[in-house]
């Protein structure tokens, strides 16, 4: 053999012990790491009785919160008067869906006394002169509407779909009749 081969031989020999050496140092840092990590997992006690109880013991806890809570709507979005709005023959609208307030659907004066078709807190009734209905005393019977009592104060309730003016509603509230039996409330 001739230098040149002898000292590329030798060239190939040492790379390959110094490549062999390298792979001895990382193969046993990674021994080293294996038995580091098998002795931390020793300690782990996965899927024990204890670990168990206190999953189960978040879950019912957060159900127990979940099953306090409240839900409650302020108004009823099925309500389609709160959508659709109905009015009159002028194009005035109509109130006729207030919870605490009378509506007057039918009026009939051939009856004596006269008598009137009221609904209140969507109870539908029908009232005469003297007849209370919720907090309301009805006072007066006339051909636009009703005249009703309540603290303190007299009201006029036309009838529901008929635009009275505001002068038509003070006749309807002031006059002789009214006046007698306002002293009696």
Same mark, same amino acid.
């Given at each position: 053999?001739?230098? #040149?081969?002898?000292?590329?031989?030798?060239?190939?020999?040492?790379?390959?012990?110094?490549?062999?050496?390298?792979?001895?140092?990382?193969?046993?840092?990674?021994?080293?790491?294996?038995?580091?990590?098998?002795?931390?997992?020793?300690?782990?006690?996965?899927?024990?009785?204890?670990?168990? +109880?206190?999953?189960?013991?978040?879950?019912?806890? +957060?159900?127990? =919160?979940?099953?306090?809570?409240?839900?409650?709507?302020?108004?009823?979005?099925?309500?389609?008067?709160?959508?659709?709005?109905?009015?009159?023959?002028?194009? =005035?609208?109509?109130?006729?869906?207030?919870?605490?307030?009378?509506?007057?659907?039918?009026?009939?004066?051939?009856?004596? !006394? !006269?008598?009137?078709?009221? +609904?209140?807190?969507?109870?539908?009734?029908?009232?005469?002169?003297?007849?209370?209905?919720?907090?309301?005393?009805?006072? =007066?019977?006339?051909?636009?509407?009703?005249?009703?009592? #309540?603290?303190?104060?007299?009201?006029?309730?036309?009838?529901?779909?008929?635009?009275?003016?505001? +002068?038509?509603?003070?006749?309807?509230?002031?006059?002789?009749?009214?006046?007698?039996?306002?002293?009696?409330?």
């Amino acid at each position: 053999m001739d230098r #040149r081969t002898r000292f590329f031989w030798s060239l190939t020999i040492l790379a390959g012990l110094v490549v062999f050496g390298m792979e001895v140092y990382a193969l046993i840092g990674i021994r080293a790491d294996r038995l580091k990590i098998l002795e931390e997992t020793s300690n782990i006690s996965i899927g024990t009785d204890e670990e168990l +109880e206190r999953v189960i013991g978040d879950l019912e806890a +957060e159900l127990e =919160r979940r099953a306090d809570f409240k839900f409650t709507l302020k108004n009823n979005p099925m309500k389609l008067n709160k959508v659709v709005f109905l009015t009159d023959d002028m194009g =005035r609208l109509i109130q006729s869906m207030q919870a605490n307030t009378i509506r007057v659907s039918g009026l009939y004066m051939n009856f004596d !006394p !006269p008598r009137a078709t009221v +609904e209140y807190q969507q109870k539908e009734s029908q009232v005469k002169v003297g007849d209370v209905v919720g907090n309301y005393k009805i006072i =007066r019977i006339t051909e636009n509407g009703i005249v009703a009592y #309540r603290e303190g104060e007299a009201k006029f309730y036309p009838l529901q779909g008929r635009t009275v003016s505001a +002068e038509a509603a003070r006749n309807s509230t002031r006059g002789p009749q009214f006046d007698d039996e306002e002293e009696d409330y």
